[in-house]
């Protein structure tokens, strides 16, 4: 799929816009107006560029380019503001900072590298950044030239910069002393805006408005000159070929004093094709915009200045997710415990109400049975009464018949005393046999024990008195022997 | 620290919490109350299936007259009385003496079931030997529940004197 970026340069009143779309620039466009950030806003509302990344190169004085060394673990942002403002006497309160930066893998840890870091007025870029709206990333020229390797010149309304680019880092940047066409336009006064733009747009009828540019570019060439020079003794390979840009690069007399000045004019092979379509005295004004369109998107996030709305927006967001963890991690806790005990709690309860359930419908069950469960309890009752009152009660005939039965011959029962005591009947007895004989007594001992089935068969006493035998006899009888009466 | 590991530490934090304690405690009691509702709704099926066995056996009724035949509401002693008096002349004993008696406190206690009034009633019979074995027999063999806890027989001539110690009983679960 065909990469789609969009650069926009703003030089003071006046913006260029190309979209690139596969290399080629499908849009060009150049608005100019006292409130051109306005227009770009309104620019943008119409192109919608959704997923597109725009570059916006700002043109604005002050601004100025550094060759920093960094390293590897120290490349962010806070480091190399801290080597650029070691560099620069500018007060960090009103600036802000871009940077190209080598890739961190191309660097040893602790080696030193070079990287480009630019200053900016921070009311400046805020300005950009909030009259836009869309996320757009805002840098200025020369951090627009990674890769584009030459001498870079350009001329704008706002200021004139040139740009040395040497293996794809802009090596050495100057907002040239004479600033940008913006000062012929005060020089003209009043009216001077409309008559700078006729001039460029190639009118040439103007002789004063010629006047006034051309010694404007003759100081710009000039200086472009010095510099060169200084830059020549500085660096090993400074090209004489200038890459032109900018609005203030159809200034009528511009190549001609370049040329005057020992510099030819070079063209981007890049800039050239994505712009063929455009007469080569036009492409000039869209180059900036072009470079900033082919590195939207690209060069990390140093190479744009901070949008501190977004960045105040991104921690706003980052707070809100922070909390929204917490909130989600705390709702988990009490899901898992309401998984824990709440679930099992709606359960017993549920369990709860079943049992109720259940001895609801046992009791409506027996109340329906109401006459016969008490009939079935006062049956139970009684039965087990009986049955407790009852169990241990002989048939005394059987006892007394057997009695009866062991006495020997002769022998009368004359007082018998017999008592329910535990699992036993207590008998005391007294008898008369007749004779003197003692073989009576014996004899009914050994039947109690053996006929009788008696326990603890004992004499408490025998006499012989009157030709008798009188004794007394104690003894116990299971009932468990003697029939039940029930 | 994993969110999952936070989410345990959470929990078990809670759990060890009061608002923890009160809902695992609450969950026990709860459990224990369901327990307990399902045996007493046991103990009612029980009694329900009892009523409903009781209400289909035509002899339950017939075998519970007798029984509170054998322990009315009350003391009864009227009909005891006729009863006994009528078992000593089947028996062709003469019952010459009676003495009726509450039996209270702790020989009460040791020989009634809860929800059982008794009565001691001593009396005293003469007849023939064989006259007075059957009227024991008669005795403890009527309808009213007579348990004869105590004989004593002295022969006097052809005659046995019997002194009985015997009690009587009345149902009355509202007691004790």
């Known amino acids: 799929m065909a990469r789609t970026s969009i650069g926009i340069e703003i030089d003071g009143g006046r913006a260029t816009i190309v979209e690139l779309r596969g290399g080629a620039a499908t849009t060009r466009h150049v608005i100019t107006d006292d409130d051109v950030l306005a227009r770009v806003r309104g620019w943008l509302d119409a192109r919608k560029p959704v997923k597109v990344p725009v570059r916006v190169a700002l043109v604005e004085r002050g601004t100025y380019l550094r060759r920093i060394n960094v390293t590897a673990a120290s490349s962010d942002r806070s480091s190399v503001a801290d080597a650029l403002y070691d560099a620069l006497p500018v007060p960090r309160e009103a600036t802000t900072v871009a940077a190209l930066v080598p890739p961190a893998d191309t660097l040893p840890a602790d080696t030193v590298g070079a990287a480009a870091a630019v200053v900016a007025s921070l009311d400046a870029v805020t300005r950009v950044y909030d009259a836009l709206v869309w996320p757009v990333e805002v840098t200025v020229p020369p951090l627009c030239l990674a890769g584009a390797d030459g001498l870079h010149l350009f001329v704008g309304f706002e200021a004139s910069v040139l740009t040395l680019v040497v293996g794809g880092m802009p090596v050495a940047s100057r907002q040239l002393a004479g600033g940008g066409l913006g000062a012929v336009v005060t020089d003209l006064g009043e009216g001077g805006a409309a008559r700078v733009e006729q001039l460029l747009a190639g009118g040439d009828g103007d002789a004063i408005v010629w006047s006034v540019a051309d010694r404007f570019v003759v100081d710009l060439v000039e200086e472009v000159r010095r510099t060169h020079e200084h830059w020549g003794r500085a660096e090993s390979d400074v090209p004489s070929d200038v890459v032109l840009s900018g609005a203030g690069t159809a200034a009528p007399t511009l190549a001609h004093r370049l040329a005057a000045a020992g510099f030819g004019l070079a063209r981007h092979r890049g800039a050239d094709g994505a712009l063929h379509e455009l007469v080569p005295s036009e492409r000039a004004a869209f180059v900036g915009a072009y470079f900033a369109a082919v590195t939207a998107g690209t060069g990390g996030e140093l190479a744009v200045f901070t949008n501190p709305q977004a960045e105040a927006a991104a921690s706003r967001r980052a707070r809100a997710r922070a909390k929204l963890r917490r909130a989600g991690t705390i709702a988990a806790a009490v899901v898992a415990l309401g998984a824990v005990t709440g679930v099992p709690l709606a359960k017993g309860r549920a369990d709860l109400q079943a049992a109720r359930a259940e001895r609801a419908a046992a009791a409506a069950r027996l109340a329906r049975l109401a006459d016969a469960d008490r009939t079935a309890r006062r049956l139970a009752a009684l039965d087990a009464a009986v049955e407790h009152l009852d169990a241990r009660t002989p048939r005394w005939s059987v006892l007394l018949g057997r009695l009866r039965d062991s006495a020997p011959v002769g022998t009368r029962i004359t007082r018998l005393r017999a008592s329910v005591g535990g699992s036993s009947v207590d008998v005391s007895l007294d008898a008369v046999a007749a004779g003197g004989e003692y073989a009576p007594l014996t004899e009914w001992l050994h039947r109690l024990a053996d006929d009788v089935g008696a326990h603890d068969v004992w004499t408490s006493g025998f006499a012989v008195r009157d030709g008798s035998l009188r004794f007394s006899l104690t003894f116990r009888v299971p009932t468990a022997t003697l029939e039940q009466t029930r | ?176």
């Open chain 2, 1 to 176: 620290m994993t969110r999952l590991k936070i989410l345990l530490v959470v929990l078990v934090a809670v759990c060890a919490t009061v608002p923890g304690r009160v809902a695992l405690g609450r969950l026990r009691s709860v459990g224990q109350a369901a327990a307990d509702i399902r045996t007493e709704a046991a103990a009612l099926e029980r009694r329900a299936d009892t009523a409903e066995r009781v209400a289909a056996d035509p002899k339950a009724v017939a075998q519970l007259a007798t029984l509170e035949a054998a322990l009315p509401a009350g003391a009864g002693l009227a009909d005891a009385i006729d009863q006994l008096a009528g078992a000593a002349a089947s028996a062709g004993v003469s019952w010459t003496a009676g003495t009726p008696a509450p039996l209270t406190g702790q020989a009460r206690a040791a020989k009634t079931p809860a929800g059982v009034r008794a009565w001691t009633l001593a009396m005293t019979v003469s007849g023939p030997d064989s006259a007075v074995d059957a009227f024991l027999d008669a005795a403890v063999s009527l309808d009213r529940l007579v348990v004869v806890d105590t004989v004593t027989l002295t022969a006097e001539g052809a005659a046995t004197t019997a002194a009985v110690n015997a009690r009587l009983f009345a149902y009355t679960p509202e007691e004790r």
